[in-house]
Protein backbone atom coordinates (compact mmCIF):
# COMPACT_ATOMS: atom_id res chain seq x y z
CA UNK A 1 0.00 0.00 0.00
CA UNK A 2 2.62 2.28 0.76
CA UNK A 3 4.74 1.74 -2.36
CA UNK A 4 1.91 2.34 -4.14
CA UNK A 5 1.59 5.67 -2.82
CA UNK A 6 5.26 6.02 -2.79
CA UNK A 7 5.21 5.81 -6.41
CA UNK A 8 2.88 8.46 -7.55
CA UNK A 9 4.03 10.73 -5.66
CA UNK A 10 7.47 10.10 -7.20
CA UNK A 11 6.50 10.10 -10.31
CA UNK A 12 7.78 13.01 -12.55
CA UNK A 13 7.49 14.28 -15.93
CA UNK A 14 10.89 13.81 -16.82
CA UNK A 15 12.78 15.14 -20.06
CA UNK A 16 16.12 16.16 -19.12
CA UNK A 17 17.25 13.59 -16.83
CA UNK A 18 17.44 10.18 -19.40
CA UNK A 19 20.59 8.48 -19.84
CA UNK A 20 19.47 6.85 -23.33
CA UNK A 21 21.03 3.56 -21.50
CA UNK A 22 18.97 0.43 -23.22
CA UNK A 23 15.32 -0.69 -21.09
CA UNK A 24 15.39 -4.08 -20.64
CA UNK A 25 12.83 -5.71 -22.47
CA UNK A 26 11.44 -7.76 -19.50
CA UNK A 27 11.02 -4.31 -17.91
CA UNK A 28 9.35 -2.56 -20.85
CA UNK A 29 7.32 -6.26 -20.74
CA UNK A 30 5.91 -5.25 -17.08
CA UNK A 31 5.31 -1.69 -17.87
CA UNK A 32 3.37 -2.02 -21.16
CA UNK A 33 1.69 -5.30 -19.15
CA UNK A 34 0.87 -2.72 -16.62
CA UNK A 35 -0.89 -0.19 -19.30
CA UNK A 36 -2.68 -2.62 -20.88
CA UNK A 37 -4.13 -3.95 -17.50
CA UNK A 38 -5.50 -0.48 -17.06
CA UNK A 39 -10.10 0.03 -17.14
CA UNK A 40 -11.81 0.80 -20.15
CA UNK A 41 -15.27 1.40 -20.72
CA UNK A 42 -17.13 -1.38 -21.84
CA UNK A 43 -13.60 -3.73 -21.78
CA UNK A 44 -12.99 -2.32 -25.60
CA UNK A 45 -9.06 -1.72 -24.47
CA UNK A 46 -8.93 0.86 -27.54
CA UNK A 47 -5.31 1.30 -26.66
CA UNK A 48 -1.95 0.78 -28.86
CA UNK A 49 1.27 1.13 -28.36
CA UNK A 50 3.98 2.34 -30.77
CA UNK A 51 7.86 1.77 -29.82
CA UNK A 52 9.78 3.71 -31.51
CA UNK A 53 13.59 3.29 -31.27
CA UNK A 54 15.12 4.59 -34.55
CA UNK A 55 16.74 7.61 -34.04
CA UNK A 56 15.90 9.19 -37.68
CA UNK A 57 12.17 9.63 -36.83
CA UNK A 58 12.89 10.50 -33.55
CA UNK A 59 14.50 12.88 -35.10
CA UNK A 60 11.93 14.26 -37.88
CA UNK A 61 9.55 14.18 -34.72
CA UNK A 62 11.88 16.06 -32.19
CA UNK A 63 12.30 18.87 -35.29
CA UNK A 64 8.76 18.91 -35.45
CA UNK A 65 8.87 19.52 -31.45
CA UNK A 66 11.05 21.88 -31.91
CA UNK A 67 8.92 23.65 -34.38
CA UNK A 68 5.76 23.81 -32.19
CA UNK A 69 7.76 25.37 -29.15
CA UNK A 70 8.12 28.27 -31.89
CA UNK A 71 4.61 28.34 -32.18
CA UNK A 72 3.71 28.27 -28.34
CA UNK A 73 6.84 30.70 -27.56
CA UNK A 74 5.50 33.26 -30.26
CA UNK A 75 2.05 33.45 -28.02
CA UNK A 76 3.99 34.66 -24.89
CA UNK A 77 5.46 37.86 -23.82
CA UNK A 78 7.76 39.75 -21.59
CA UNK A 79 8.67 37.91 -18.85
CA UNK A 80 6.33 34.63 -19.73
CA UNK A 81 8.17 34.24 -22.68
CA UNK A 82 11.73 34.67 -21.22
CA UNK A 83 10.53 32.20 -18.24
CA UNK A 84 9.47 29.57 -21.13
CA UNK A 85 12.89 30.16 -22.87
CA UNK A 86 14.44 27.94 -19.70
CA UNK A 87 12.04 25.41 -20.13
CA UNK A 88 13.24 21.70 -21.31
CA UNK A 89 10.06 20.25 -23.28
CA UNK A 90 10.80 17.36 -24.21
CA UNK A 91 13.77 14.36 -24.58
CA UNK A 92 12.87 12.99 -27.68
CA UNK A 93 16.47 12.69 -28.54
CA UNK A 94 18.07 11.59 -25.04
CA UNK A 95 15.59 8.98 -23.81
CA UNK A 96 15.98 5.42 -24.90
CA UNK A 97 12.66 4.79 -26.72
CA UNK A 98 9.79 6.49 -27.28
CA UNK A 99 6.07 4.82 -26.81
CA UNK A 100 3.24 6.10 -28.86
CA UNK A 101 -0.34 5.79 -27.51
CA UNK A 102 -3.19 5.77 -29.61
CA UNK A 103 -7.03 5.22 -29.60
CA UNK A 104 -9.02 3.24 -31.95
CA UNK A 105 -12.82 4.40 -31.55
CA UNK A 106 -14.24 1.14 -33.26
CA UNK A 107 -12.64 -1.18 -30.98
CA UNK A 108 -15.43 -3.12 -29.03
CA UNK A 109 -18.04 -2.88 -32.54
CA UNK A 110 -20.85 -0.60 -32.47
CA UNK A 111 -22.75 -1.17 -28.88
CA UNK A 112 -19.42 -0.06 -26.61
CA UNK A 113 -21.30 -0.64 -23.20
CA UNK A 114 -21.19 2.55 -20.84
CA UNK A 115 -20.03 5.13 -24.14
CA UNK A 116 -23.41 5.70 -25.76
CA UNK A 117 -23.79 8.98 -23.73
CA UNK A 118 -20.27 10.13 -23.17
CA UNK A 119 -18.21 9.37 -26.43
CA UNK A 120 -15.03 10.74 -24.38
CA UNK A 121 -15.29 7.81 -22.81
CA UNK A 122 -13.20 5.74 -25.19
CA UNK A 123 -10.60 8.53 -24.85
CA UNK A 124 -10.51 8.68 -20.43
CA UNK A 125 -9.47 4.92 -20.97
CA UNK A 126 -6.83 5.28 -23.19
CA UNK A 127 -5.23 7.73 -20.43
CA UNK A 128 -5.52 5.71 -17.50
CA UNK A 129 -3.39 3.21 -19.85
CA UNK A 130 -1.16 6.39 -20.14
CA UNK A 131 -0.98 6.61 -15.92
CA UNK A 132 -0.51 2.92 -15.46
CA UNK A 133 2.44 2.84 -17.79
CA UNK A 134 4.03 6.14 -16.33
CA UNK A 135 3.80 4.60 -12.86
CA UNK A 136 4.83 1.37 -13.34
CA UNK A 137 7.25 2.82 -14.99
CA UNK A 138 7.94 4.48 -12.38
CA UNK A 139 8.02 1.56 -9.93
CA UNK A 140 10.86 0.07 -12.02
CA UNK A 141 12.93 3.44 -11.73
CA UNK A 142 12.63 4.33 -15.22
CA UNK A 143 11.42 8.15 -16.37
CA UNK A 144 8.81 8.97 -18.79
CA UNK A 145 7.92 12.27 -20.58
CA UNK A 146 4.91 13.04 -22.10
CA UNK A 147 5.21 15.26 -25.11
CA UNK A 148 2.54 17.35 -26.87
CA UNK A 149 3.93 19.59 -28.69
CA UNK A 150 2.96 17.78 -32.13
CA UNK A 151 0.35 18.27 -34.39
CA UNK A 152 -1.25 14.80 -34.81
CA UNK A 153 -1.92 14.97 -38.50
CA UNK A 154 2.05 15.69 -38.40
CA UNK A 155 2.22 12.21 -36.47
CA UNK A 156 -0.06 10.28 -38.01
CA UNK A 157 1.33 10.49 -41.00
CA UNK A 158 5.20 10.01 -39.84
CA UNK A 159 4.10 6.73 -37.85
CA UNK A 160 1.97 5.19 -40.55
CA UNK A 161 -0.93 5.68 -38.60
CA UNK A 162 -4.47 4.43 -40.11
CA UNK A 163 -7.12 6.79 -40.75
CA UNK A 164 -9.73 6.65 -37.77
CA UNK A 165 -6.80 6.17 -35.18
CA UNK A 166 -5.70 9.15 -33.15
CA UNK A 167 -2.60 9.42 -31.20
CA UNK A 168 -2.91 10.65 -27.53
CA UNK A 169 1.16 10.52 -25.97
CA UNK A 170 3.84 10.86 -27.17
CA UNK A 171 5.87 9.27 -24.28
CA UNK A 172 9.62 9.49 -24.12
CA UNK A 173 11.08 6.30 -21.41
CA UNK A 174 14.16 5.42 -20.08
CA UNK A 175 16.39 4.89 -17.34
CA UNK A 176 17.35 8.17 -15.43
CA UNK A 177 19.92 9.82 -13.48
CA UNK A 178 17.87 11.16 -11.06
CA UNK A 179 13.70 11.84 -10.71
CA UNK A 180 13.35 15.39 -9.51
CA UNK A 181 11.52 15.91 -5.94
CA UNK A 182 10.19 19.39 -7.51
CA UNK A 183 8.72 19.37 -11.02
CA UNK A 184 9.90 21.55 -13.39
CA UNK A 185 7.65 23.59 -14.23
CA UNK A 186 6.88 24.76 -10.54
CA UNK A 187 10.80 24.94 -10.25
CA UNK A 188 11.22 27.43 -13.33
CA UNK A 189 8.23 29.67 -11.58
CA UNK A 190 6.11 28.62 -14.57
CA UNK A 191 3.25 27.14 -12.59
CA UNK A 192 2.71 25.68 -9.10
CA UNK A 193 0.56 22.67 -7.81
CA UNK A 194 -2.55 24.13 -5.77
CA UNK A 195 -3.20 22.94 -2.73
CA UNK A 196 -5.66 19.90 -2.76
CA UNK A 197 -8.22 21.62 -0.39
CA UNK A 198 -9.23 24.12 -3.45
CA UNK A 199 -10.24 21.70 -5.58
CA UNK A 200 -12.63 19.52 -3.21
CA UNK A 201 -16.20 20.47 -2.96
CA UNK A 202 -19.15 18.71 -0.65
CA UNK A 203 -22.16 18.02 -1.87
CA UNK A 204 -22.45 20.63 -4.61
CA UNK A 205 -20.15 22.39 -7.19
C1 LIG B 1 -1.50 15.41 -21.24
C2 LIG B 1 -0.13 15.90 -20.83
C3 LIG B 1 0.67 16.52 -21.76
C4 LIG B 1 1.94 17.00 -21.39
N1 LIG B 1 2.76 17.57 -22.33
C5 LIG B 1 4.00 17.97 -21.98
C6 LIG B 1 4.91 18.48 -22.96
O1 LIG B 1 4.63 18.56 -24.16
N2 LIG B 1 6.12 18.88 -22.55
C7 LIG B 1 6.49 18.81 -21.23
O2 LIG B 1 7.61 19.20 -20.92
N3 LIG B 1 5.67 18.31 -20.30
C8 LIG B 1 4.44 17.88 -20.65
N4 LIG B 1 3.62 17.35 -19.70
C9 LIG B 1 4.08 17.23 -18.29
C10 LIG B 1 3.49 18.27 -17.36
O3 LIG B 1 4.08 19.52 -17.57
C11 LIG B 1 3.74 17.78 -15.93
O4 LIG B 1 3.01 16.60 -15.72
C12 LIG B 1 3.33 18.80 -14.86
O5 LIG B 1 4.12 19.96 -14.97
C13 LIG B 1 3.49 18.23 -13.44
O6 LIG B 1 4.80 17.74 -13.25
P1 LIG B 1 5.08 16.24 -12.83
O7 LIG B 1 4.42 15.35 -13.90
O8 LIG B 1 6.55 16.08 -12.80
O9 LIG B 1 4.42 16.02 -11.51
C14 LIG B 1 2.38 16.86 -20.05
C15 LIG B 1 1.53 16.21 -19.11
C16 LIG B 1 0.30 15.74 -19.50
C17 LIG B 1 -0.55 15.02 -18.48
Known amino acids: MRDLYEVMFR ?31 GMTQPWDFLLIRD ?52 RGGRAVL ?14 LAIQNLWLAATAEDLGVGWVSFYREPFLSGLLHIPDGIRPVAWLC ?8 EIPDLE ?10 EEFVHTETW
Not at 114 to 127: K, W
Not at 173 to 180: I, K, M, Q, T
Not at 187 to 196: D, F, I
Open 187 to 196: RHGWRARTPL
Open 11 to 41: RRDVRAEFTGEPVDEAVLGRVLAAAHAAPSV
Open 55 to 106: RDTRRQFSDHVRHERDVFAATLEGEEAERFSRIKIDGVMESSLSVVVTYDAS
Open 173 to 180: LGPVSELR
Open 114 to 127: GRHAIADAGLYSVC
